[in-house]
């Protein structure tokens, strides 16, 4: 049989009482109690149901006169529920009603209680019965919720522990715990008004706080609780222990506060932590938290924000009549320490390459997503956030907060889609004359190569990023059904957000006829997917997922759920392939190997022309270093990638992408970088990408060139 079955999202439909609750309570009860067992069984059933109509006719005169209406009937137990922070309260009569005189009878009510907060636990209160003209009738109070319920409220009471660390993948320490005195007051050990004033006056002078600020913020609290007013420096405390010993009301405890030990070292990963805004409140408090904690904000301190602040000490109570009655405890659990993915030496490149450029850099394990490197420019010191921090989005993550659109780098995509399709194959031959008019000559489209690539088949056609192969590509599949294309783009990951554990993270946008009617109100035309193929119209990506997609290709297929967390260690659910054969997958590498190597048509090779490295005994080698017989027999670092220049809103430069994984032949990490408005891929982003991948290998890192060619 339930006490009381509600919750916020659902009202509670009717329920059969408790067979075997009932058959024990009309068992064991003395003969001539039968009609008090009914009336007991038939108001907790009323109180199961919330028809608290039914259950407050069942009310004697005492009863009635402390509760003379249905709503102060049902705003008990609503309260128990909001104040408990629980989500239900089941409850049994159990065993036989006990006689109380000649003219009442008493029952054990055991309530189970269940809440997100403390689990599921049980309270025993009692419910009384009087006989009343004849009739049993329920001589109900407030204390057949819970004991004391009368006279007090419900209170919970939370205590944490020490937020934990987090560190780089060497064991730097970048955020942690630093020692602190928290100085509380205890109200009943206030001895007088005159003793209130001085300490009041005491505290003031040590936290700077206002008198009245402190008193208000004890003075609504049992008197026997410890209030925190402020957290204070361990030795402020030490030095002035003088003027605190006069006062047993003020009570020092350790606290801690947070620390950010390496401001320097990827701040957007590491994020920030501060207080709970009034619009999380009570999302936070639903978790187990007071409102008064600093949570994490931002990066990793937000996204494991479970796993670095663990759960606290919680205490349900009953308080009233100077009693605090305890209905539960759970002990606290301090949060685990998390240990990152990321390589300071090799965060600190990436963000070094990105200093004044506004952009992203991503390094990634291919082969279970963990993110080495993650930086975006322009960045902050999170020991001193100002103004123009926030003014010039420096706290925007551009790796996985920025929006843009893929440009080139989407043409795997497209290319899959018309391998998929049937549309192409990897030897189908197109014509480039340096324009495409496949939707009349209204509709022309122009080929980043003015003159073409002339007659050019679809491998290559992505080595030499040729638009006017996707261009066709994208107007086949269009032919075969409006949606297919942005159907093959979320196979490869876009359009939602891939689960970091960075908090904020965007999914982007994948775009289709739905999408653009409800967006924009407009019909999809042919053209949005023939822009669409391209990387361009309304498609938008974030760093991470084009590096996600990188990473896949470069692992035989498996779209890995990218990680910064690499302690404790994070369950990966198996990861999804991407839709290529594996034929087209090898295709699709060695096309994008031609883009760094094919000096005829490769788009990058011209910044990858002195990257020339061999493996000897198991090291990385420069060539001008061996002997032609050495080089011949040694592996070579071979580098696949593909460029990307896509246009940015309005009369300004394009947004550069190049995203590339290495060794070729071996694949271990992937390496994306995307800078706005700075010209084209290759150019830009194709240099950044080779001296983050000479980091990694530990290679001399080569000159940032100072040419801008105009290729893709």
Known sequence: MCLLVACASAQPGPSEPDATSTASVTATTPAGLAGAAQTAITFVDAINRRDFAVAHALFDARAQADAPTVALLQAAYDEALRDGRTLTITG???????????????????????????????????????????????????????????????????????????????GTLLSGPSQRTTLGVQRSLIKNADDERAMLAVLARLTGLDSEAIRRKYMDAPPDWYVPIADLEVETVEDNSDLLQPFPAIIATPAYVRVVYRPDLAPHVVGIVGAITPEALERYKALGYNGDERVGISGVEAGAEAILAGTPEIVLRVAGGGVLRTLVERPAKRGDDVTLTISPTLQLSAQERLTQRRGAAIVMRVNDGGVLAMASWPTYDPTNIANEDVRSGALLNRATQGLYPPGSTFK??????????????????????????????????????????????????????????????????????SSLLGDYARRFGFGEPTGIELAGELGGVVPNPEYKKQTFGEAWWPGDTVNMAVGQGYMLATPLQICRMTAAIANGGRLVRPTVIGSPAQPLTEAPSLPLSPANLEAMQAAMVGVTTNARIGTTTYRFTTFDYYQVNGKWTAGKDLTPAQRKKSRKLVVAGKSGTAQAPGNVLPFAWFTAYAPADAPEIA??????????????????????????FGLPISATPKDALAND
């Open 671 to 696: 390496v994306t970088v995307l800078l706005e408005n700075a010209g084209q891929g290759s150019g830009q982003a194709g240099p950044m990408v080779r001296q983050l991948i000479e980091a990694y």
């Open 412 to 481: 795997m995509v497209t290319m899959a889609a018309g391998l998929g399709e049937g549309v192409a194959e990897m030897n189908t031959v197109f014509s480039d004359p340096g324009f495409w008019t496949g939707y009349g000559a209204d509709f022309r489209k122009t080929c980043w190569r003015s003159g073409g690539h002339g007659r050019i088949t679809l491998q290559n056609g992505l080595t030499a990023s040729c638009n006017i192969v996707f261009y066709e590509v994208g107007r086949l599949l269009e032919e075969r059904g």
């Open 92 to 170: 049994q009569l159990r065993g036989g009603l006990i006689p109380q005189g000649v003219d009442g009878a008493s029952a054990a009510l055991v309530s189970v209680w269940q809440s997100p907060l403390l689990g599921t636990f049980e309270v025993t209160s009692t419910l009384q019965l009087a006989l009343e003209g004849g009739s049993w009738r329920v001589r109900w109070s407030r204390n057949a919720v819970a004991p004391g319920f009368a006279d007090g409220k419900l209170v919970i009471e939370l205590q944490r522990l020490e937020r934990a660390s987090v560190f780089a993948s060497d």
